[in-house]
């Protein structure tokens, strides 16, 4: 009845309270799980026309409703627990990819409150297959969660990866594509690892040692060098990384080289040698006295021409950056002979490899930095920001290293020609015989 002058809401009918959950009881084929009809969101279950509540699916769950979930321990692969966790999926799906262990697999899961099996009704009971499989509401949150996660680390990595590129393209051009080209993350994170150490010019001992320093474990990935090797790393961006396994150096000239006890001499054929340097053999070098400066090149076809010109003088081409080893022969030969001349590129990898092997040297040495750009040639690259960024804080050295960085950042240009290399370290040998 309506009461006079009122308005509609004034006769209202109150909401019901919501339905209780209904949980069939008298079905017990399932140990340690129950079948019940899950409440629908409304809080209402359908009614049938005497008012009863109905219901055409049931769901099975863990006995205890309020358990929390717990991931049982050796069932799932990590790949496998995502996706069960990830989201519902149709039964169909879960037998394609578990096969004859699917009930298996689901039922522990769903004792372990991890999921809820549903099932449409055959009568008063449940079907014999089920007909699909809910993850814990908190399960797929915390997937959700963690696959935006991994979406903005992976977009972060992608984004740090096209920077190096830029960074690299004109030195390192197989690096740079490389990581524009790759896209798995676990192998372009590697990738960036690496460009980052190559950007700032370090230098490792061994693969082991990168890999402890980047992974806290020396076997976390101990096959980094032929991971990069196929993502189109160039050899000698893996030398300057210090990943070759057992490095190279190139030696020529009268020079004679002891393994062991034998002594090889290397003088009558024309240099450089690839010497390959390995932990299991200790190497010495012996330079013939009285053969005049010891000649250090970073451009292979440089020294060839030189040792092709003048087979009396030690040449050591170090294969671009040089690891250890290949500083510690260095060092060896330089003491030797009356003065070393260290001639690299001009350019910013010239400079780092100048660097790293002046530095190495006993500090009452004779040594000579060559500066390419003093001779003749033509402009090569412009330099990047990059290139110029990390070119001058070895200008500010009070030293040849300091003196060869700033003349490479007045010229603004890289020099790597090998005519150009030979005119100058030719100039050069010229001045000190004179003198």
């Not at 007909?131 to 935006?148: C, F």
């Not at 960024?389 to 030293?399: C, V, Y």
Request: charged residues 25%.
């Amino acid at each position: 009845m309506t009461i006079p002058g009122g308005s509609a809401s004034d006769n209202a009918v109150p909401d019901a309270e919501p339905d209780r959950e209904i949980v069939l009881t008298w079905i017990t084929d399932y140990p340690g799980l129950v079948v019940y009809a899950p409440l629908p969101a409304s809080g209402r279950y359908p009614r049938d026309r005497n008012g009863d509540p109905y219901y055409r699916s049931v769901r099975l769950r863990a006995e205890n409703p309020g358990q929390p979930p717990r991931r049982p321990a050796g069932l799932l692969s990590d790949t496998d627990w995502a996706w069960m966790t990830r989201s519902e999926h149709a039964w169909r799906q879960v037998a394609d990819k578990f096969g004859a262990q699917a009930e298996t697999i689901v039922f522990a899961l769903a004792r372990a409150a991890c999921v809820t099996i549903g099932y449409d009704l055959t009568g008063s009971r449940p079907a014999p297959s089920p007909k699909r499989v809910y993850p814990h509401p908190d399960l797929s949150a915390a997937e959700k969660y963690r696959r935006a996660v991994r979406r903005d680390q992976r977009s972060t990595l992608q984004s740090r990866a096209a920077e190096l590129a830029a960074d690299l393209r004109d030195e390192w051009p197989g690096v740079a594509q490389a990581l524009h080209t790759t896209e798995h993350p676990d192998r372009l994170g590697w990738a960036v690892t690496a460009a980052t150490d190559l950007t700032a010019g370090v230098v490792h001992n061994s693969v082991r040692a990168f890999v402890q320093t980047h992974a806290g474990s020396t076997k976390a990935r101990d096959d980094v060098q032929r991971l990069l090797t196929e993502l189109g790393f160039e050899p000698d961006a893996l030398a300057a990384l210090g990943l070759s396994r057992s490095p190279y150096i190139g030696i020529g000239g009268p020079v004679r080289l002891q393994v062991s006890d034998a002594v090889i001499d290397l003088s009558p054929l024309p240099g450089p040698h690839d010497i390959r340097l390995s932990p299991q053999h200790t190497i010495s070098i012996d330079i013939r006295r009285g053969t005049g400066p010891l000649l250090i090149i970073e451009n292979r076809q440089a020294a060839e021409t030189l040792c092709d010109i003048d087979a009396g003088v030690p040449v050591i081409w170090c294969h671009g950056q040089p690891p250890e080893p290949v500083l510690n022969l260095i060092a060896e030969a330089a003491v030797q002979a009356s003065s070393t001349l260290i001639c690299t590129d001009a350019d910013l990898g010239g400079v780092r490899i100048a660097a790293r092997i002046h530095d190495h040297l006993a500090a009452e040495l004779t040594v000579h930095v060559i500066d390419v750009g003093a001779a003749r040639h033509q402009p090569g690259r412009a330099f990047s920001a990059h290139s110029r960024a990390h070119l001058e804080p070895f200008a500010t050295r009070n030293d040849q290293i300091g003196a060869f960085a700033r003349n490479c950042l007045d010229r603004g240009y890289a020099i790597e020609q090998e005519a150009t290399v030979k005119a100058a370290l030719t100039e050069a040998l010229d001045r000190i015989r004179r003198n």
